[in-house]
């Protein structure tokens, strides 16, 4: 960070900033030789962080700076990034680990930022709940029978939870539109969906929720964001169409049935799909280089 070079080392535009976020989640989230090579990327991050804060006490040399400020907030969660990784960061990276706690020193720092045991078990507490909403929300559309039944109840009991959460109040934060509520108003465009396949209502059980959905739903910042729960499937081409077009970059003669091939081909008739993607045959290329390379024999 010298003469007139510029490193930037985050901001909310930064994919770079973005890159250090989501190693941390996916040593949170994964196990074994995923989670193995996020720490290795987190490390090498954090390397490459000591190798700019060098013998200096702060970033930008004696005095608490900008720089110091951008990245601080990413010690707090160094607790549970630890913890759910099995390793220790301060052993790899010792000058980050006394950066960071000669910042915790500052009142300012300490304040400002969440107890890092708290951020473990709010991270510990997510994670099982995502893994319960969501595996409990695909199988009511991609189960029938009994195993739907149990898991529509399952998917119910889940909405309670936050039903409860929200009790009497407008919005999950109060009077105000928050940050919980941005949060969770996207699963709303899945509820027909839901509803549909598993042939169930969703008001009838959680009044409180829906007529809160509906509520975000007025605010135009919300409505105009969303995909809309109908579109979801049928003859439009929806949110969902839009989540599985990287798909047709696949080279046809590898997609396994005939049904799947036909919807893939119509999507690329779309000039905004097929403008959008990869060319199929360079997907098969690269494919093939990348197995070869890895030892693997077609």
Known sequence: MGGDEIVLLNGWFSPFGARVYDTMKRITRTKGEDQERAKKELLDIFKLLEGELG?????????????????????????AVETFGKFSIEAESP???????????????????PDSKKVYEFVLDVNKKKDKIYSVGRR?????????????????????????????KPYFGGEEFGFVDVSLIPFYSWFYAYETCGNFSIEAKCPKLIAWANRCMKRESVSKSLADPQRFGGHEFGFVNVELIPICSIPMRLVPTSASRQCALS??????????????????????????RRGLSR
């Open 55 to 79: 013998d200096k006490p702060y970033f930008g040399g004696d005095e608490f700076g900008l720089v110091d400020i951008a990245l601080v907030p990413f010690c707090s969660r160094f607790y």
């Open 95 to 113: 000058k980050l680990v006394a950066w960071a706690q000669r910042c915790m020193e500052k009142e300012s720092v300490s304040n400002s930022l």
């Open 140 to 168: 009511v559309w991609t189960t029938k029978g009994k195993e739907q039944e149990v898991a529509k109840e399952e998917f119910i009991n889940c909405l309670k939870v936050l039903e409860g959460a929200l009790g009497d």
């Open 267 to 292: 999507i690329l008739q779309m000039k905004s799909v097929s403008k959008s993607l990869l060319d199929p045959h360079k997907v098969y290329d690269f494919a093939l280089q990348l197995g070869k």
